[in-house]
């Protein structure tokens, strides 16, 4: 997979996908990461790449031109499926990410102030995201998040690919509660069925307590089911 995010602060991009694990996928070859700075690409002389709303109102926009720029530089033209990080967009999720972890390449385009300058927005985004109901102070963020959702579904970033499946809402439901050593801890012991070694029943009590859980924390989510 190939990452291309168009942004004002790609050391931002860099230092939060440069950690953990997804450092370990670019540094084994499962991820790719690509930074552009769009300010780079401004034909303004003093380097400034938003101007007023026509209209008036409150703030600065985007203006299209070094975002298009920017963006015919990293595509070369090719169609690219390109996400621009919106609180108008659809709300991500596990299956969005799924989604998306089939491509080979995505581009983010990450805006700033109140907005970027609808045409341009028209002629290259081909995905709305929103992260949630909230507006945060720019799309980085919500663009490393949506990357690093995406990231763990692509086999080998994971070190244990299994431990992705076993994850809340990969069915639809919250993950059960896990322990580990030791045994007891402030007197609280670990439930007696996981130490009992019968794969069928601690199978069973983990399902139970999946539903037990979805219920009490998110009863939206059996809504559809
Ligand atoms: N940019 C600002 N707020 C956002 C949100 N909630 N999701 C995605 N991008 C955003």
Redesign the pocket.
Known sequence: MKFTVLTLFPEFIENSMHTSICKRAIENGYLELETCNFREYTENKNGRVDDYPYGGGAGMLIQAQPVYDAYMAVTGGRKVRTIY???Q?EVFNQAKAHELAEEEELVFLC?HYEGIDERVLEEIVTDN????D???T??EI?SVVVMDAISRLIPGVLGNHDSADTESFENGLLEYPQYTRPEIWRDKKVPEVLLSGHHANIEKWRQEQSLLRTKERRPDLLDGQ
């Open positions: 990080l919106t609180p967009g805006g995201i929103s992260i949630g909230y507006v945060l720019g799309g919500a």
